[in-house]
């Protein structure tokens, strides 16, 4: 009995060493956005304040600003995300390295801050066309 323990112990200590060694930073999820675009901003500060307030230390989302001198697309947390494919649509890392692209990242990051279902409701369409004309709203912010 005790031998079998021992191998069950051994076993589940490799497997965490593993799942450690897959995770790419500790939040659930790295967000690709253009800090530029004010609709992306104001989108990323209240997805942050909602984090940090449900929590608190231990975030669930990772904010990357495309527009930041320190943006690498080599880092692995950034998925091998480039400039010009997080510029066209909004583009999030999974901690596990997978990349998704579009809505599905509003969806992720609204259920990870509880907001699930406010997605569903409410922004399902509206997103995926804000993401996709972000350039137009960036510039339009400009000549105000």
């Not at 790295?30 to 004010?38: A, G, P, R, V």
């Not at 940090?52 to 692995?76: C, Q, V």
């Not at 406010?118 to 972000?134: A, H, P, T, V, Y």
């Amino acid at each position: 009995m005790l031998q079998r323990w021992n191998c069950r112990r051994i076993v589940a200590m490799f497997s965490t060493n593993i799942k450690n060694e897959r995770q790419l930073f500790p939040e659930e999820m790295n967000i690709l956005y253009d800090s530029k675009c004010n609709v992306c901003k104001l989108e990323m500060d209240m997805l942050a304040r909602r984090d940090a307030r449900l929590h608190g230390s231990k975030r669930m989302i990772k904010l990357t600003d495309l527009e930041s001198d320190k943006f690498d697309p080599n880092d692995p947390a950034n998925g091998g995300v480039s400039y010009a494919k997080g510029m066209s649509a909004i583009n999030a890392v999974h901690r596990d390295g997978r990349v998704i692209e579009g809505p599905q990242v509003f969806l992720k990051a609204y259920e990870l801050v509880g907001l699930g279902w406010l997605f569903d409701q409410f922004f399902s369409g509206k997103q995926l066309l804000l993401c996709r004309r972000r350039e137009i709203i960036r510039n339009a912010g400009r000549s105000i």
